[in-house]
């Protein structure tokens, strides 16, 4: 039995107690139903024992996650740290993220799909878009900004 966790320490504590007393009236004696007695409380025992690692691995398999998840999101902060706008190419559906800057930007500028080399934007005015912009690095759900454009909300 696992000692120095409270891992189910109650029903750890309800076996044993059930062991010593299956010992103390010697019911091994009382044939094969004694037999089975004694069978049933060592599984049990082992049951728990293995519960115990289970819940141990797991919580260390969720801080593992955690980290993992704290890594992506500084490098989602690294990576979209300013204001993004991302669009969707129509020729194949890849979406092409670009520094928001890019709309106030006097040189023009053509945003090209990487997947398939179709221009998606150029910043001259001669595309009509409607363009979300990610904030905070995170992309979610959309909801209208001041400006008209799709802002996207920060959330994990």
Known sequence: MREGGSCLKNLS?????????????????LGPQGKIMNG??????????????????????KEYVQSIDDDLNLLE????GDDYIYMTCKKCGEEVYFDA???EDDDVIEIICPK????????DGSFDF???VMESGIEGENSPSPDGRNSGSAGN
């Open 130 to 132: 409607e363009p979300s």
């Open 77 to 80: 902060e690294d990576i979209y």
């Open 101 to 103: 800057d890019v709309l």
């Open 116 to 123: 398939c080399n179709e221009v998606v934007f150029v910043n």
């Open 13 to 29: 504590e309800r076996i044993s107690y059930l062991k010593g007393l299956s010992e103390g009236i010697n019911v091994a004696e």
């Open 40 to 61: 049933i409380l060592d599984v049990l025992e082992g049951v728990i024992d293995d519960i115990c690692v289970l819940r141990t691995e797991m919580e260390e398999f």
